[in-house]
C-alpha cells in the first residue's frame, strides 16, 4: 500500500529527526513469518538504540509501574490483540494519553510517581486481524493493511540488512520531515475495516447514514431476482431497491422516518414498528429524528448529504 508506506517513512523521519512523539500510532498486522519481529530487531533496536525501543506486552504496559517509558522512543507493543485490552477502563484512557499527551504520569516501585515529557511512539504488531478497539472518529491509529504472506529471508538478506542500516540512517535524517502529516492518522480502508470489527451492524449502518455512505447500502442490495426471493421477503426487497434508486437518482437531502426504517429493516431487521419506539431505539445509535422539509413539506426524519456515484445514477 503506497499510501502507507510514504505515511511509515515520514512517520519514521520525524522521530528519527526530532526526537519526539508523533502523536500518532501504527497498527501492523500480518500472519507469522511476514517481518513484524524482524524490523524491530535488525532495523529499529540498531538505529533508535536498545534503551530507546521499548518492547511490552500488554498486561506489562496494563499494570502500576510504568517507568520503562520515561525514555522511550518507539513502544512496541509485542503480539497486541483485542482480549488484552480493557478498551472499556482505564487501558483505554491511558494508551490515548501516551499516544498524544506531552507529559505523561510515571511510576516506578518503591517510588512515588512523578512527570516527565512524552517522546514515545507507539507500535502496535500482531498476528491477529482484531487488535485495538478504534472509534469512528479517531485520529490517533494508523493502520496498515493486513499481510498474508510468509517473507523468505535468507541469512544474506539479513546482513544486506545490517550493511545499509547505515544508508538507511542516513535518509531519514535528510528526509522532509513533515510532523502535521505525522500526527494526522491515515483514513484508509485497512482502518475502517477495524473500526467497523468494533461496531455492531446497527452502528455501522447508522454511520453509513451520518455519513451519507450510500455505497454501503448500495452493496445490501440482492443478488437474485427479487421474485425467486421467499414471499415473505419480496416485499421488503422492492422497497430497498426502489428507495435506493430514488436517493441514486434524487440525492434528497433528508430521509423520512418511514424511510430509515425501510433501509434498517432489511439491512438489520428486528426494528420495532411503532414510530415512536423506532425514534428512542436509533436516538441510542446516534441517529436523532427531527423536522426536515422535502417538496415544501416539513416531515420527520434526519438530514443526509449523500454521496452518489455516477454508474449508479446510469
Known amino acids: 500500500d503506497q499510501d502507507v508506506f510514504v505515511h511509515t517513512l515520514n512517520w519514521l523521519a520525524v522521530a528519527y529527526q526530532h526526537r519526539t512523539q508523533t502523536e500518532t500510532s501504527w497498527v501492523w498486522h500480518g500472519n507469522p513469518g511476514t517481518g513484524k519481529g524482524l524490523f524491530l530487531k535488525a532495523v529499529l533496536q540498531p538505529l533508535f ?9 500488554i498486561r506489562e504496559i496494563d499494570s502500576d509501574f510504568n517507568g520503562f517509558l520515561e525514555h522511550a522512543l518507539i513502544m512496541w ?7 488484552d485490552f480493557n478498551m472499556k477502563g482505564s487501558m483505554s484512557a491511558d494508551l490515548k494519553n501516551y499516544i498524544t499527551e506531552p507529559r505523561i504520569s510515571l511510576r516506578k516501585m518503591h517510588q512515588v510517581g512523578y512527570e516527565v515529557n512524552n517522546y514515545t511512539n507507539w507500535i502496535f504488531p500482531s498476528n ?17 493493511v493486513f499481510q498474508p ?8 538478506d539479513i546482513r544486506a540488512l ?5 544508508d538507511f540512517s542516513s535518509f531519514l535524517m535528510t528526509h522532509a ?26 452502528d455501522i449502518a447508522s454511520e453509513a447514514i451520518r455519513t451519507g455512505n450510500l455505497d454501503y447500502f448500495w ?9 425467486k426471493l421467499p414471499a415473505f421477503a419480496q416485499d421488503r426487497a422492492e422497497k430497498y431497491v426502489q428507495l435506493l434508486k430514488s436517493i441514486a437518482k434524487d440525492e434528497p437531502k433528508c430521509l423520512l422516518r418511514e424511510e430509515l426504517f425501510t433501509l434498517l429493516d432489511y439491512t438489520i431487521g ?15 445509535h446516534k441517529l436523532d429524528i427531527v423536522p426536515v422539509s422535502r417538496g415544501g413539506k416539513t416531515y420527520r426524519g434526519v438530514p443526509v448529504r449523500w454521496t452518489v456515484k455516477e454508474e449508479w445514477k446510469k
Open 149 to 156: 504472506n510468509k517473507l523468505k529471508v535468507t541469512d544474506g
Open 219 to 227: 452493496g445490501e442490495q440482492p443478488q437474485e431476482d427479487i421474485s
Open 162 to 166: 545490517q550493511d545499509e542500516l547505515p
Open 49 to 57: 538504540g536498545m534503551s530507546n525501543v521499548v518492547s511490552k506486552r
Open 270 to 284: 428486528g426494528l420495532p414498528a411503532s414510530p415512536s419506539k423506532l425514534s428512542s431505539m436509533l436516538k441510542h
Open 77 to 83: 507493543v509485542d503480539e497486541a490483540e483485542q482480549n
Open 177 to 202: 520531515a513533515d510532523r502535521q502529516l505525522a500526527r494526522t492518522a491515515l483514513n484508509n480502508q485497512a482502518k475502517r475495516s477495524m473500526v467497523n470489527l468494533n461496531m455492531a451492524t446497527i
Open 128 to 144: 491477529k486481524g482484531h487488535i485495538v478497539q478504534i472509534d469512528p472518529k479517531d485520529r490517533r491509529f494508523n493502520v496498515a
